[in-house]
């Protein structure tokens, strides 16, 4: 029997190097319920991208007690309206 050469047809890829994995924070889900006025009246106060980011920063402000970064919260929202 004669033997075949096979030539391999796949091209091969250059891989880059791995990245250094950086240890991520958990990240956790916390739902709330809210009527349309509320939802409507955070989109005004946040604008409808910041919303999100808007709810995190005063919740996490409330839970510190801390009036100053509450405060900080809002004067950046309304300068973003502005």
């Not at 739902?31 to 409808?48: F, K, M, N, S």
């Not at 991208?49 to 309304?78: C, H, P, W």
């Amino acid at each position: 029997m004669a033997e075949k050469k096979t030539e391999n047809t796949k091209s091969t890829k250059k891989t880059k190097a791995p990245r250094p994995k950086k240890e991520k924070e958990a990240n956790r889900v916390f739902a709330i319920r809210v009527t349309d006025q509320e939802l409507e009246a955070i989109h005004r106060a946040a604008g409808p991208r910041n919303a999100t980011r808007f709810i995190r920063q005063v919740a996490a402000a409330f839970a510190a007690e801390d009036e100053g970064a509450f405060k900080a919260v809002v004067k950046e929202a309304r300068e973003a309206r502005s």
